[in-house]
């Protein structure tokens, strides 16, 4: 992998040493070779027994919403129900998207192929774009459809437009508190039909823009968001009769939750100056490149045990991207092997704290807003653009 040398681009960390590369492999190998050996029982226990307390929260949640007759039991009852989305979007749904347990006798609930996703996301898709392209692929420009989500220019390696001067108040009215129904958009492609892509020569997710293709698209877009729109906000509104506005608001405000702090969790993933982005056509020459450049274009941060539940392990990013079919509980047992490989090795492991980590991500996306040049090259190009 070759460093990158252009101006404004993240700057990557050489990976030459083939040998010392070779051993990081080897070492990331032998750390993969017993941990997946241990998954088992233990694992099924725990997803089984964790998806037991989402469903009483989201029983005592909504109980709470219907019957609150004061504002105290009404925001206790949004709580318990932000608390079992956002378990199943992210420490269960997340995993058993991703495979983890496929193999594992007693958990065929949790079945990557027949998993029901609550969040708004098409689960075929998401599977295509997220597991496939992008955890294959991470932070390469033209192969990783999550370098920019839409109009959210995410590293240099997505070329700079117009849409992007607005992207910071976009995030924070848009795309972060409707995360859910922008990913949906952004994996099926609905984005890519609309022009809210990438690249002027390429989609981020679609091969081609036909009619055909329009067609699939919008039929899976729409029919993820009619089902959640249906439940969340007709079925169970209906049921409180002339109280469905407080139903309603109730569902709308815990999905907003979840959302919020889902995007918090994930754009920390893989965000910030200095993460690592790779060219057009780059490709590791083996398992312990692949191993490096997945670990130096993620970012982990530390959180709270409680906090850590809720993130489903992805402050362990570094670890997902390297074993993504481990259980998080299996990604946060072996972060400390991880850690010690990567410095025995020269690969640049980050981790700070969640707030420092959230800043960061954010600064680089208002930075990203403006063209390589800064402001006075922004000034020019809108003066360009609008002759």
């Avoid at 027994?49 to 949004?78: C, K, Q, Y």
Wanted: glycine share 6%; proline share 5%.
């Amino acid at each position: 992998m070759e460093a990158n040398e252009d101006a404004g681009q993240n700057q990557t960390t050489p990976l030459d040493d083939a040998a010392r590369l070779k051993a990081f492999g080897r070492a990331i190998d032998a750390i993969r070779k017993r941990v997946e050996a241990e998954v088992g029982e233990e694992d099924v226990r725990y997803v089984v027994n964790l998806n037991r307390f989402s469903r009483a929260m989201e029983i005592a949640g909504r109980a709470l919403i219907h019957f609150s007759p004061e504002p105290f039991t009404f925001t206790a009852g949004v709580l318990a129900l932000w608390v079992h989305k956002q378990l199943q979007a992210t420490e269960i749904g997340h995993t058993a998207l991703h495979g983890a347990y496929d193999k594992l006798p007693g958990a065929e609930k949790f079945h990557s192929k027949s998993f029901h996703w609550e969040l708004p996301i098409d689960e075929a898709s998401w599977h295509t774009g997220h597991n496939v392209k992008h955890h294959q692929y991470t932070n390469i420009a033209k192969k990783d459809p999550d370098i920019n989500f839409g109009s959210i220019r995410l590293t240099d390696r997505t070329p700079h437009r117009f849409e992007h001067y607005v992207q910071v108040p976009t995030t924070f009215l848009f795309s972060w508190p409707f995360f859910g129904v922008s990913m949906n958009a952004h994996f099926t492609g609905l984005l890519d039909v609309y022009g809210a892509h990438g690249w002027a020569e390429g989609f981020d997710v679609i091969e081609r823009k036909d009619w055909t293709t329009i067609v699939e698209v919008h039929k899976r877009a729409f029919r993820k968001y009619a089902r959640h729109a249906l439940k969340e906000y007709v079925l169970f509104p209906a049921l409180a009769g002339p109280f469905f506005w407080k139903v309603a608001l109730g569902n709308f405000l815990s999905s907003r939750m979840r959302d919020l702090y889902s995007a918090a969790t994930i754009y920390c993933g893989h965000v910030g100056e200095d993460v690592a982005s790779y060219p057009e056509g780059a490709k590791a020459s083996g398992r312990g490149q692949w191993y490096a450049m997945q670990a130096e274009a993620s970012n982990n941060f530390t959180v709270p045990w409680p906090l850590t539940i809720l993130c489903g392990g992805l402050e362990h990013q570094i670890e997902h991207h390297m074993f993504p079919k481990l259980p998080p509980q299996r990604l946060r047992q072996i972060a400390p092997e991880v850690r010690a490989a990567c410095a025995e090795h020269g690969v640049e492991y980050r981790s700070e704290s969640w707030p420092r980590t959230l800043v960061k991500a954010i600064k680089h996306i208002a930075k990203l807003s403006l063209p390589v040049g800064g402001p006075v090259a922004a000034v020019r190009r809108v003066a360009r653009e609008m002759a």
